[in-house]
């Protein structure tokens, strides 16, 4: 049996494409209930930081001159819900993007990832 499911056949290429990544993220943590209410206000604000952020890594745009982590500080994530971000993160990537750059962003989500579990070690 053949898969329905659509392989996307473009790179990430531009700031569009890295705010559809970011939305898209962002969506999949609203869908799964690991956005609170409370934080919603703060997950708007750093949408620009985090655009900012990849933009800078992937199309090595203007420097991101701010700590990668302190934008996810205020969620006060529990070490077991970083596997379940990288997760989506990943999740976003593969139905959105397939190439260098995606692989890229991949790499660089795992490092941010192991960064913020050793960075915050908060309990589950």
């Given at each position: 049996?053949?898969?329905?499911?659509?392989?996307?056949?473009?790179?990430?290429?531009?700031?569009?494409?890295?705010?559809?990544?970011?939305?898209?993220?962002?969506?999949?943590?609203?869908?799964?209930?690991?956005?609170?209410?409370?934080?919603?206000?703060?997950?708007?604000?750093?949408?620009?930081?985090?655009?900012?952020?990849?933009?800078?890594?992937?199309?090595?745009?203007?420097?991101?001159?701010?700590?990668?982590?302190?934008?996810?500080?205020?969620?006060h994530l529990p070490t077991a819900?970083?596997?379940?971000?990288?997760?989506?993160?990943?999740?976003?990537?593969?139905?959105?993007?397939?190439?260098?750059?995606?692989?890229?962003?991949?790499?660089?989500?795992?490092?941010?990832?192991?960064?913020?579990?050793?960075?915050?070690?908060?309990?589950?």
């Amino acid at each position: 049996m053949l898969s329905t499911t659509s392989v996307p056949e473009t790179d990430i290429r531009s700031v569009q494409d890295i705010a559809l990544l970011v939305k898209a993220f962002e969506e999949k943590g609203r869908l799964h209930h690991l956005i609170p209410p409370s934080v919603e206000k703060e997950i708007a604000q750093n949408e620009r930081l985090m655009l900012h952020f990849w933009r800078s890594v992937l199309l090595e745009a203007s420097p991101y001159l701010h700590h990668p982590l302190s934008n996810y500080a205020f969620l006060h994530l529990p070490t077991a819900h970083i596997g379940r971000w990288i997760h989506l993160f990943y999740e976003a990537l593969e139905e959105n993007f397939k190439g260098k750059l995606a692989e890229v962003a991949k790499a660089r989500a795992s490092i941010l990832a192991r960064l913020t579990s050793i960075h915050f070690q908060i309990p589950t």
